[in-house]
């Protein structure tokens, strides 16, 4: 049985089950390094996302299907299902119509079908919980007779792809045509080579390039066929692009004049990702230090103006590099302070012994992390302009999130 029929069988028996058994949560699948996610509620889908590029798949579906979609970022909550977040918000500001939603998820269930589809050794993992999903909209909803229609108009859509013999190829990956030699230059119309070299620059990949000539995935890679055959053709992997939560916060943080650095210095990249999330959204910058040894050389570099450290941590301890750095004429008078899961009377002793300003337990909940941030940090006035006036911001809380 080819990969395909087993991709095709396990996506089609899964999502029956779930349906027959009215199930609420998120269904994983993983494969390598790469993880989708499906959700459902009471057997239908909510939404399909994950992979390499979560980002670019959303800005394409947006593009397509309502171009010029706007929302107010400033009432969302970031949360783990970002995108049916927007979709709830455009059509709550009637930004969106509810078949523009509809047609969305349809289109980022494809493309995320087309990823799984060609799989034949995905783990699958079932998390059932209303967490994932609540608040849904019943008219978004895909039942598992909408879902098998996209399904199987997928398979043959892989079925076209591996005829054009591109099983080997993801429509993710980004080609890029590089004729060196003159050799190969003089086989080729010198304005339609420059033509196909503009478009396939190995920036964009096969999906965004679909998008953009408005054409299925496999017509444009048709053009690249006889190219691919000859080896003239490259496939690069490229990251993906900020989600528009993330272009927000890069613009409300750019749009903020002074801006104090704080470092974190913590090997769990959980923790450093919890503080930048809180004080990003106040006003602060955030430097990430992960390896407490090589991180000596980055505070002497950007000289933050507060420190979170935690105790323990590889290679040295919290305790002897706040000593350290307390004999250092740089941070002798740099807010220091501990936010560490041990949190005796003696490590808090201790921490004063060795120059720690403060101490925070974990976990700490954001209200604790931006007051002890504030008590070092903030001068007189509210130094938090983009948590109270985010219209500041030049109008960035309000963005376009169709990629043109």
Same mark, same amino acid.
């Given at each position: 049985?080819?990969?395909? @029929?087993?991709?095709?069988?396990?996506?089609s028996h899964t999502v029956a089950l779930l349906?027959?058994?009215? @199930?609420?949560?998120?269904?994983?699948?993983?494969?390598?390094?790469?993880q989708w996610q499906l959700y459902f509620f009471r057997g239908s889908l909510v939404?399909?996302?994950?992979?390499?590029?979560?980002?670019?798949r959303w800005y394409r579906a947006v593009g397509q299907h309502c171009r010029n979609?706007?929302?107010?970022?400033?009432?969302?909550?970031?949360?783990?299902?970002?995108?049916?977040?927007?979709?709830?918000?455009?059509?709550?500001?009637?930004?969106?119509?509810?078949?523009? @939603?509809?047609a969305i998820v349809q289109t980022s269930l494809s493309e995320v079908l087309f990823a799984l589809i060609g799989q034949s050794g995905l783990r699958r993992e079932w998390r059932s919980s209303k967490k994932y999903v609540s608040n849904v909209i019943p008219s978004l909803l895909l039942s598992v007779t909408e879902v098998n229609q996209i399904l199987s108009s997928t398979e043959q859509l892989w079925d076209k792809w591996k005829e054009m013999g591109l099983w080997m190829v993801e429509p993710e990956q980004a080609p890029l045509l590089k004729i060196s030699s003159e050799e190969q230059q003089s086989r080729f119309s010198s304005n339609s080579l420059q033509a196909l070299a503009n478009v396939f620059n190995g920036e964009n990949t096969l999906w965004?390039? @679909?998008?953009k000539r408005k054409q299925c995935v496999t017509v444009t890679t048709r053009a690249l066929l006889n190219y691919i055959k000859q080896g003239l053709v490259n496939f690069r992997t490229v990251p993906d692009l900020p989600s528009p939560i993330e272009q927000w916060r890069l613009a409300a943080a750019m749009a903020q004049p002074s801006r104090p650095l704080v470092a974190c210095i913590d090997d769990s990249s959980t923790v450093c990702a919890f503080l930048e999330?809180?004080?990003?959204?106040?006003?602060?910058?955030?430097?990430?230090?992960?390896?407490?040894m090589q991180g000596v050389g980055l505070l002497a570099k950007h000289k933050p103006a507060f420190i979170f450290m935690d105790v323990l941590m590889p290679k040295t301890n919290g305790f002897a590099l706040c000593n350290f750095l307390r004999q250092t004429p740089a941070f002798r008078e740099t807010p220091i302070v501990f936010l560490t899961g041990k949190d005796s009377i003696i490590d808090r002793t201790r921490?004063?012994?060795?120059?720690?300003?403060?101490?925070?337990?974990?976990?700490?909940?954001?209200?604790?992390?931006?007051?002890?941030?504030?008590?070092?940090?903030?001068?007189?006035?509210?130094?938090?302009?983009?948590?109270?006036?985010?219209?500041?911001?030049?109008?960035?809380?309000?963005?376009?999130?169709?990629?043109?």
């Amino acid at each position: 049985m080819s990969a395909t @029929a087993i991709g095709y069988k396990m996506l089609s028996h899964t999502v029956a089950l779930l349906s027959r058994k009215e @199930a609420t949560g998120k269904l994983l699948l993983e494969q390598g390094e790469q993880q989708w996610q499906l959700y459902f509620f009471r057997g239908s889908l909510v939404y399909a996302t994950g992979g390499w590029h979560r980002a670019r798949r959303w800005y394409r579906a947006v593009g397509q299907h309502c171009r010029n979609f706007q929302v107010d970022l400033r009432e969302l909550d970031a949360g783990e299902l970002w995108e049916y977040q927007l979709l709830q918000h455009g059509i709550a500001s009637s930004e969106m119509s509810l078949e523009q @939603a509809k047609a969305i998820v349809q289109t980022s269930l494809s493309e995320v079908l087309f990823a799984l589809i060609g799989q034949s050794g995905l783990r699958r993992e079932w998390r059932s919980s209303k967490k994932y999903v609540s608040n849904v909209i019943p008219s978004l909803l895909l039942s598992v007779t909408e879902v098998n229609q996209i399904l199987s108009s997928t398979e043959q859509l892989w079925d076209k792809w591996k005829e054009m013999g591109l099983w080997m190829v993801e429509p993710e990956q980004a080609p890029l045509l590089k004729i060196s030699s003159e050799e190969q230059q003089s086989r080729f119309s010198s304005n339609s080579l420059q033509a196909l070299a503009n478009v396939f620059n190995g920036e964009n990949t096969l999906w965004d390039i @679909a998008f953009k000539r408005k054409q299925c995935v496999t017509v444009t890679t048709r053009a690249l066929l006889n190219y691919i055959k000859q080896g003239l053709v490259n496939f690069r992997t490229v990251p993906d692009l900020p989600s528009p939560i993330e272009q927000w916060r890069l613009a409300a943080a750019m749009a903020q004049p002074s801006r104090p650095l704080v470092a974190c210095i913590d090997d769990s990249s959980t923790v450093c990702a919890f503080l930048e999330q809180i004080l990003l959204q106040a006003g602060y910058r955030v430097l990430k230090i992960q390896d407490p040894m090589q991180g000596v050389g980055l505070l002497a570099k950007h000289k933050p103006a507060f420190i979170f450290m935690d105790v323990l941590m590889p290679k040295t301890n919290g305790f002897a590099l706040c000593n350290f750095l307390r004999q250092t004429p740089a941070f002798r008078e740099t807010p220091i302070v501990f936010l560490t899961g041990k949190d005796s009377i003696i490590d808090r002793t201790r921490a004063k012994f060795t120059g720690a300003s403060d101490f925070l337990s974990k976990p700490s909940s954001p209200e604790q992390v931006l007051q002890v941030v504030d008590k070092y940090l903030k001068p007189k006035g509210d130094r938090r302009l983009l948590a109270i006036h985010p219209d500041r911001l030049l109008n960035s809380h309000r963005l376009t999130l169709a990629n043109s």
